[in-house]
């Protein structure tokens, strides 16, 4: 049983002090950021963002601040995040929250950074905050998180244990309906019996559960409906013949996993195996190219020249995978676009995929670790052809 999700004082401790060393490199002062992963990242804060903002201040000489609603000051409290906690009252609401902040941490002069994703109405709200310091924009945080430390990588794994378990779970619940010779599920029953299964096993065996807005489940499509990569799970019912795709994950301690099959059911036919093994080959050849050094977009299109080459180039639809952590979907981007250098510590899905229109998707995903001398798999449950056919 893992005694806690949530990680320790010392790391959030060790992780402050790294990032006000960063913060000086960069010649800032302090660094703000209202994003609900950057703050769950540096107090391990974990909340639910809406009207009301959450806010980190982080300066290089004194205390790292975290701005919450007076109503959940006892929820950071009980959470023990790694801040100075200022509570602002939100009713009547009388004074914009920031300038709690900004009292607190007078008096607050010279360059603060801040996280991109600020909204610009919220952003205004710290100029007034904070009106004799210089704004800078900074990816900072974003690039301190690409780096897992060995407390998130043991989350990591977690993750992925209980995502082969939710991959097996809905296997198994395919095969029983074929065995008793009835009618096989819908898209929705197997989603919910997955999502069941995930949640049910982390609680039974896991304490102080971190609670994200996706804890564990995923996407569920079969046939047709799985030629469009980011379907919804429908009332359409699996049918002989069929492909269907459990596109899966979960988050332990607030640090996501994916792991995703594809399934047929019956003898596969030349199409088939032609598309999944195309598929399997490329998401083999990208975990190959996944290694410190290499440039996100050259490992990308090494994954995805196996497609083209195989003559299937026209039903890509998407890259090779993205940076995961805090998110399910963040930076570094395994797409043409993206040179950021991989290196150890990071943790990026390898999932090509291509979509026929009117047949079926064919993806394979797993969540994969960047090592000194390559790249390893989280997630485990088998890949092959004779793996993912299910017999009629």
């Known amino acids: ?60 000489e004194r205390a790292t601040l975290l701005l919450v609603p007076e109503l959940e000051r006892e929820y950071a409290q009980a959470q023990r995040a790694a801040a100075e906690i200022v509570a602002y009252p939100e009713f009547p609401g009388l004074r914009p929250p920031l300038s709690y902040l900004g009292a607190a941490a007078e008096p607050t002069t010279g360059r603060i950074g801040y996280a991109g994703s600020i909204t610009v109405d919220r952003l205004d709200q710290v100029r007034a905050a904070f009106p004799k310091a210089t704004l800078v924009r900074t990816d900072l945080v974003m690039r301190a998180r690409f780096h897992k430390r060995p407390e998130e990588i043991a989350l990591h794994a977690e993750a992925a244990r209980i995502t082969d378990l939710m991959l097996a779970a809905g296997r198994a619940l395919v095969q029983e309906a074929v065995a008793a010779g009835g009618e096989l599920p819908t898209e929705a029953e197997l989603a919910g019996h997955i999502t069941g299964v995930g949640t049910r096993t982390m609680y039974a065996e896991h304490a ?161 670790l960047i090592t000194s001398d390559g790249a390893r798999p989280f997630t485990a449950y088998p890949r092959s052809l004779d793996d993912v056919v299910i017999a009629l």
Do not use: K
């Open 208 to 368: 102080d559960v971190v609670v994200v807005s996706f804890l564990a489940g995923g996407l569920v499509y079969s046939g047709p409906n799985s030629a469009r990569p980011h379907a919804l799970p429908s009332g359409y019912r699996l049918r002989p013949g069929e492909t269907f795709m459990l596109s899966l994950g979960c988050a332990v301690g607030g640090r996501f996993v994916e792991g995703e099959r594809t399934f047929i059911l019956g003898e596969p036919s030349a199409d088939q195996i032609r598309y999944y093994e195309a598929v399997r080959q490329a998401q083999q050849t990208g975990g190959e190219a996944l290694r410190p050094g290499v440039a996100c977009a050259e490992a990308n299109r090494a994954c995805l020249d196996v497609i083209r080459e195989a003559g299937l180039g026209q039903y890509l639809r998407h890259r090779q995978g993205h940076g995961i952590g805090l998110g399910m979907h963040e930076a570094p981007w395994l797409s043409d676009g993206d040179d950021t250098p991989l290196a150890e510590g990071m943790v990026v899905s390898n999932e090509p995929g291509i979509y026929i229109p009117g047949h079926a998707g064919y993806r394979i995903s797993d969540s994969m």
């Open 1 to 60: 049983m893992l005694d806690t999700q949530r990680l320790p004082a010392g790391f959030y401790r060790r992780l402050q002090d790294d990032i006000r060393a960063q913060l000086a490199d960069e010649a800032l002062d302090a660094i703000l950021t209202d994003d609900p992963d950057d703050v769950a990242y540096l107090t391990g804060f974990f909340h639910h963002p809406n009207e009301r903002p959450a806010v980190v201040l982080l300066p290089v």
